[in-house]
């Protein structure tokens, strides 16, 4: 029983991390909902004010001027058609009731903002509001909303009234359609799904609405952009190549290193093959896998491979099947693709035949019952299948000298199957007299024909059909095979054992950090330990997601190294092919991406989220997660200054051109802005920016170093003079020209097209302009890269999308010379480096802003989709359809 109970306790650990990261996942997703629920209720309360202000003054202006209007839409309207009392009436109360600008709505919701009165002579403003249809008719809705609250754009006095100033008056201007189907035109637009885009058109600019789960961002167009409409919208010429790969994942996969006969290492990160000619220092890459890469074998030949990968889910959640490719190493060729639509959840263990010169593959997927199935690697067609085990299977191998024994291992087991006449039989090693182990962790057959396991107990047993140990073994137990010997090897667990071809073996502990060497009867000959720092770590694949390359006499260097826990920090050198990395590792890593190495890496106290180089390149500032944030030295890596913000994580830094300033982001909602002297090694409080209602995400600065703009985590743009003593700009609207020495904020005009449709305000982690500000590159929730051409203000603008990562992609950056983009995902602790392949010459981002032509031509209804039919401002829709319903019934009563 006590056993018994042992096995349940351990049963519940192993599956209790599983658990406890689905809870954590769910959490998140609870306090994103609370956060925008809290968002929409304000937004909510902020309608309701502005509305008690607005229906008495619009009832008394609209009171007073419904003869004169009335005459007006009785002249607008088709020959033989004219309005009931009571349409009209309908007609007069909608006049005005526009969805409030969102900074409007922003002021009001705070109690330190100014409120001014509504005057009678703001409705008649209302009135002047245009907006053309596609064939050029201006058609008088009221989309935009101008009020005299401090800080809001109101149109000029000067300016003439328009001769069609009522509020329907031009809707059927030179049109002989239905009046009713035109409003129905306009009851379609205001309805939005998660993401959508309404286009207001201001007397003195142009403004876009875009909607985020609901939720309105308004953004101004530049002075320049004499035609929005006519802006085109094309892919970047410059593309994407991938061309290093950083990190390895060892952390939590076996058999995952291998040797080629070219002296290539072939190894696995994220959805990437990577083969590392050690001795020429360059990197060739199999990319053709959709998701992360889980196990690896080498053919006998030494030229094929074959990987297979877990299944994953698309950006909708559905899951996508896995499976096994099998590639040429030399051409990056795919020969054969095993399996599709048969493994379920993914591919744990993958392993060629050698005494057929491999003909057959066995593979066995993460399903509950760990399928193990064989396959014809010339056919592709399956030859047998079987349920292995409910337990975790670590490993499969094929007998060396016998293709029909095929030995599996893992949790609390290890089974010897046979295959014959297509069909598997297994039999379970039994341990006797021997203590069982909780995990076999691996196993090799040795010159003998007897089979080597290492266990969780740091032993290494050897098994044969001997009948050594008979009499400990119970009824039928002859026929297994049996456990002839136990070698105590390392203090914990063995993981790998690796047969050479003398005879002798090697194992690799774990907790001891020794490699062992054994003679052909198990003594031990030498050993060596690994260091845990990266400096001093045969190729040895560590937990650490390092591999290591040396021998006993001269020690172990490591070749690849890489994170170990999730990244978000990112940071590349303003002059120098350098970069830097932080994450939940606790590492801060600085690496120089012309010679493919890590510089100096170093271990802070908590971990790392957000980094920044100061502009003269002396030192670098990484925001950690407990609201403290360091700066440290690149040449000497010494800690200069330490400061704290707040007691909640910081999420970005950022030095403004001339390195005079320095914002730091926080999780409190508040933007710390920093005076900085000493070249980057002395800082000073400054002020602190506050007005945002959600924790910041993303700011960038203004070429000038006087202003920021920045992000926050229920989608606000907000403006900040700095100089002026980190004021909030309530006026948005005289932003909208303003030139930014960085772009790295994911809510803005130039960069609006980089949301999908149906995007729900969190798909984007990250973007970042280019230097020569020609391209972004954009990080997404979906394992993807995107490059879009910059500016990209127009929705559904086309891009280059580039796959490799096996997790969130949580941040992107150029380098200082735009050559390379560099990515980092988040799970899959892989940093990859992509090459610029520059196209044409082309025209500066600048230029593209420019229109062709001057001419407004309104084509707005096509940045509609079928898609966004929900959401939207219920306001708007009420009054919509309230004056479409009185249409309706003046028709009636016409036809009666």
Same mark, same amino acid.
């Given at each position: 029983?006590?056993?018994?109970?042992?096995?349940?306790?351990?049963?519940?650990?192993?599956?209790?991390?599983?658990?406890?990261?689905?809870?954590?996942?769910?959490?998140?997703?609870?306090?994103?909902?609370?956060?925008?629920?809290?968002?929409?209720?304000?937004?909510?309360?902020?309608?309701?004010?502005?509305?008690?202000?607005?229906?008495?003054?619009?009832?008394?202006?609209?009171?007073?001027?419904?003869?004169?209007?009335?005459?007006?839409?009785?002249?607008?309207?088709?020959?033989?058609?004219?309005?009931?009392?009571?349409?009209?009436?309908?007609?007069?109360?909608?006049?005005?009731?526009?969805?409030?600008?969102?900074?409007?709505?922003?002021?009001?919701?705070?109690?330190?903002?100014?409120?001014?009165?509504?005057?009678?002579?703001?409705?008649?403003?209302?009135?002047?509001?245009?907006?053309?249809?596609?064939?050029?008719?201006?058609?008088?809705? %009221?989309?935009?909303?101008?009020?005299?609250? %401090?800080? %809001?754009?109101?149109?000029?006095?000067?300016?003439?009234?328009?001769?069609?100033?009522?509020?329907?008056?031009?809707?059927?201007?030179?049109?002989?359609?239905?009046?009713?189907?035109?409003?129905?035109?306009?009851?379609?637009?205001?309805?939005?799904?998660?993401?959508?885009?309404?286009?207001?058109?201001?007397?003195?600019?142009?403004?876009?609405?875009?909607?985020?789960?609901?939720?309105?961002?308004?953004?101004?167009?530049?002075?320049?952009?004499? /035609?929005?409409?006519?802006?085109?919208?094309?892919?970047?010429?410059?593309?994407?190549?991938?061309?290093?790969?950083?990190?390895?994942?060892?952390?939590?996969?076996?058999?995952?290193?291998?040797?080629?006969?070219?002296?290539?290492?072939?190894?696995?990160?994220?959805?990437?093959?990577?083969?590392?000619?050690?001795?020429?220092?360059?990197?060739?890459?199999? %990319?053709?896998?959709?998701?992360?890469?889980?196990?690896?074998?080498?053919?006998?030949? =030494?030229?094929?491979?074959?990987?297979?990968?877990?299944?994953?889910?698309?950006?909708?959640?559905?899951?996508?099947?896995?499976?096994?490719?099998?590639?040429?190493?030399?051409?990056?060729?795919?020969?054969?693709?095993?399996?599709?639509?048969?493994?379920?959840?993914?591919?744990?263990?993958?392993?060629?035949?050698?005494?057929?010169?491999?003909?057959?593959?066995?593979?066995?997927?993460?399903?509950?019952?760990?399928?193990?199935?064989?396959?014809?690697?010339?056919?592709?067609?399956?030859?047998?299948?079987?349920?292995?085990?409910?337990?975790?299977?670590?490993?499969?191998?094929?007998?060396?000298?016998?293709?029909?024994?095929?030995?599996?291992?893992?949790?609390?087991?290890?089974?010897?199957?046979?295959?014959?006449?297509?069909?598997?039989? =297994?039999?379970?090693?039994?341990?006797?007299?021997?203590?069982?182990?909780?995990?076999?962790?691996?196993?090799?057959?040795?010159?003998?024909?007897?089979?080597?396991?290492?266990?969780?107990?740091?032993?290494?047993?050897?098994?044969?059909?001997?009948?050594?140990?008979?009499?400990?073994?119970?009824?039928?137990?002859?026929?297994?095979?049996?456990?002839?010997?136990?070698?105590?090897?390392?203090?914990?667990?063995?993981?790998?054992?690796?047969?050479?071809?003398?005879?002798?073996?090697?194992?690799?502990?774990?907790?001891?950090?020794?490699?062992?060497?054994?003679?052909?009867?198990?003594?031990?000959?030498?050993?060596?330990?690994?260091?845990?720092?990266?400096?001093?770590?045969?190729?040895?694949?560590?937990?650490?997601?390092?591999?290591?390359?040396?021998?006993?006499?001269?020690?172990?260097?490591?070749?690849?190294?890489?994170?170990?826990?999730?990244?978000?920090?990112?940071?590349?050198?303003?002059?120098?092919?350098?970069?830097?990395?932080?994450?939940?590792?606790?590492?801060?890593?600085?690496?120089?991406?012309?010679?493919?190495?890590?510089?100096?890496?170093?271990?802070?106290?908590?971990?790392?989220?957000?980094?920044?180089?100061?502009?003269?390149?002396?030192?670098?500032?990484?925001?950690?997660?407990?609201?403290?944030?360091?700066?440290?030295?690149?040449?000497?890596?010494?800690?200069?200054?330490?400061?704290?913000?707040?007691?909640?994580?910081?999420?970005?830094?950022?030095?403004?051109?001339?390195?005079?300033?320095?914002?730091?982001?926080?999780?409190?909602?508040?933007?710390?802005?920093? /005076?900085?002297?000493?070249?980057?090694?002395?800082?000073?409080?400054?002020?602190?920016?506050?007005?945002?209602?959600?924790?910041?995400?993303?700011?960038?600065?203004?070429?000038?170093?006087?202003?920021?703009?920045?992000?926050?985590?229920?989608?606000?743009?907000?403006?900040?003079?700095?100089?002026?003593?980190?004021?909030?700009?309530?006026?948005?609207?005289?932003?909208?020209?303003?030139?930014?020495?960085?772009?790295?904020?994911?809510?803005?005009?130039?960069?609006?097209?980089?949301?999908?449709?149906?995007?729900?305000?969190?798909?984007?982690?990250?973007?970042?302009?280019?230097?020569?500000?020609?391209?972004?590159?954009?990080?997404?929730?979906?394992?993807?890269?995107?490059?879009?051409?910059?500016?990209?203000?127009?929705?559904?603008?086309? /891009?280059?999308?580039?796959?490799?990562?096996?997790?969130?992609?949580?941040?992107?950056?150029?380098?200082?010379?735009?050559?390379?983009?560099?990515?980092?995902?988040?799970?899959?602790?892989?940093?990859?480096?992509?090459?610029?392949?520059?196209?044409?010459?082309?025209?500066?981002?600048?230029?593209?802003?420019?229109?062709?032509?001057?001419?407004?031509?309104?084509?707005?209804?096509?940045?509609?989709?079928?898609?966004?039919?929900?959401?939207?401002?219920?306001?708007?829709?009420?009054?919509?359809?309230?004056?479409?319903?009185?249409?309706?019934?003046?028709?009636?009563? =016409?036809?009666?």
């Amino acid at each position: 029983l006590r056993k018994f109970a042992g096995n349940v306790d351990i049963d519940r650990i192993y599956n209790g991390k599983d658990r406890v990261s689905v809870m954590e996942g769910r959490l998140q997703l609870q306090e994103n909902e609370i956060t925008l629920l809290k968002s929409s209720l304000a937004d909510a309360l902020r309608r309701l004010r502005l509305h008690d202000q607005l229906i008495p003054l619009l009832k008394q202006q609209l009171i007073a001027a419904n003869r004169i209007e009335s005459n007006k839409i009785e002249y607008a309207l088709p020959k033989g058609i004219s309005l009931t009392e009571g349409s009209q009436a309908k007609l007069h109360r909608t006049q005005g009731l526009e969805e409030e600008d969102e900074e409007v709505e922003k002021d009001l919701s705070r109690t330190s903002s100014v409120e001014e009165p509504i005057h009678p002579t703001t409705i008649k403003s209302l009135q002047r509001e245009d907006l053309q249809d596609p064939n050029g008719s201006t058609e008088s809705l %009221s989309s935009a909303r101008q009020t005299p609250i %401090s800080g %809001s754009p109101v149109p000029p006095k000067d300016l003439p009234p328009s001769p069609r100033s009522g509020p329907l008056s031009t809707i059927l201007e030179g049109q002989n359609k239905p009046l009713c189907v035109i409003m129905y035109k306009y009851v379609s637009m205001v309805q939005s799904c998660h993401t959508c885009f309404f286009i207001c058109h201001w007397l003195t600019g142009q403004s876009i609405k875009m909607f985020i789960r609901g939720r309105p961002i308004t953004m101004y167009v530049p002075s320049n952009i004499q /035609n929005y409409d006519d802006l085109r919208m094309e892919p970047p010429v410059e593309k994407l190549e991938l061309d290093w790969v950083y990190g390895y994942r060892g952390r939590d996969c076996r058999a995952n290193l291998y040797l080629l006969a070219s002296g290539e290492a072939v190894y696995f990160i994220a959805c990437v093959v990577v083969l590392y000619h050690i001795n020429n220092r360059t990197q060739r890459h199999y %990319s053709k896998h959709t998701d992360c890469v889980r196990c690896l074998t080498i053919h006998p030949d =030494k030229v094929r491979v074959a990987s297979g990968q877990t299944a994953g889910v698309d950006k909708d959640g559905k899951p996508l099947q896995p499976y096994v490719h099998i590639w040429d190493s030399s051409t990056l060729i795919t020969l054969q693709q095993i399996g599709l639509g048969t493994f379920e959840r993914g591919v744990g263990s993958v392993a060629f035949s050698f005494a057929d010169s491999g003909a057959f593959l066995c593979v066995i997927d993460d399903s509950n019952e760990h399928m193990l199935s064989v396959w014809d690697c010339a056919k592709g067609t399956k030859h047998a299948e079987v349920k292995s085990t409910n337990e975790a299977v670590f490993t499969v191998e094929f007998n060396p000298n016998d293709s029909t024994n095929i030995i599996t291992c893992g949790k609390s087991h290890v089974y010897f199957w046979t295959l014959s006449a297509g069909s598997l039989t =297994k039999k379970q090693g039994i341990f006797g007299k021997y203590k069982k182990p909780k995990f076999i962790q691996c196993f090799v057959f040795s010159l003998t024909g007897d089979v080597l396991t290492g266990d969780s107990e740091g032993n290494i047993l050897t098994w044969g059909k001997s009948p050594g140990d008979v009499k400990t073994l119970g009824k039928g137990a002859k026929e297994t095979f049996q456990i002839m010997r136990q070698t105590r090897a390392h203090d914990g667990s063995v993981f790998t054992l690796c047969m050479l071809q003398g005879g002798a073996l090697l194992s690799g502990g774990g907790k001891d950090r020794k490699i062992i060497r054994w003679s052909a009867d198990l003594a031990p000959e030498r050993e060596c330990e690994v260091k845990d720092t990266y400096g001093e770590e045969l190729l040895v694949g560590t937990t650490r997601n390092a591999i290591l390359r040396g021998t006993f006499s001269d020690g172990f260097v490591a070749i690849v190294q890489g994170h170990v826990d999730e990244m978000w920090g990112l940071a590349t050198h303003p002059s120098q092919d350098v970069f830097l990395t932080c994450g939940h590792d606790r590492l801060v890593c600085v690496w120089n991406t012309e010679e493919h190495k890590l510089d100096w890496c170093t271990t802070l106290e908590e971990y790392g989220l957000c980094a920044d180089f100061c502009p003269n390149g002396a030192v670098v500032s990484v925001g950690l997660s407990t609201g403290r944030w360091l700066v440290l030295d690149l040449q000497t890596k010494d800690i200069v200054s330490d400061y704290t913000d707040g007691n909640e994580q910081l999420s970005v830094m950022r030095y403004s051109t001339d390195g005079s300033f320095l914002a730091v982001g926080s999780h409190d909602n508040f933007i710390y802005i920093y /005076n900085v002297t000493e070249s980057g090694r002395r800082y000073s409080r400054y002020g602190k920016c506050n007005g945002h209602s959600s924790f910041i995400t993303h700011l960038d600065w203004s070429k000038d170093g006087k202003y920021i703009m920045s992000n926050s985590g229920d989608y606000e743009i907000l403006y900040w003079d700095i100089a002026g003593g980190c004021k909030l700009l309530r006026n948005r609207y005289e932003s909208k020209d303003r030139e930014w020495a960085s772009y790295t904020c994911v809510l803005g005009f130039h960069v609006m097209g980089v949301w999908l449709e149906g995007s729900d305000g969190t798909d984007i982690n990250a973007l970042c302009r280019s230097h020569n500000e020609r391209m972004v590159a954009v990080a997404d929730d979906f394992c993807k890269v995107h490059l879009f051409q910059y500016p990209c203000p127009k929705p559904k603008a086309p /891009n280059h999308s580039y796959e490799g990562h096996g997790s969130h992609v949580t941040n992107v950056r150029f380098t200082h010379c735009d050559s390379h983009v560099l990515s980092m995902g988040g799970k899959d602790t892989c940093i990859l480096q992509w090459r610029v392949k520059r196209g044409g010459t082309g025209d500066s981002g600048g230029d593209r802003l420019h229109s062709s032509s001057s001419t407004s031509t309104n084509k707005g209804e096509r940045m509609f989709t079928e898609g966004e039919r929900e959401g939207g401002s219920n306001v708007e829709r009420e009054w919509l359809l309230d004056l479409w319903r009185s249409v309706c019934l003046a028709f009636k009563s =016409k036809q009666v």
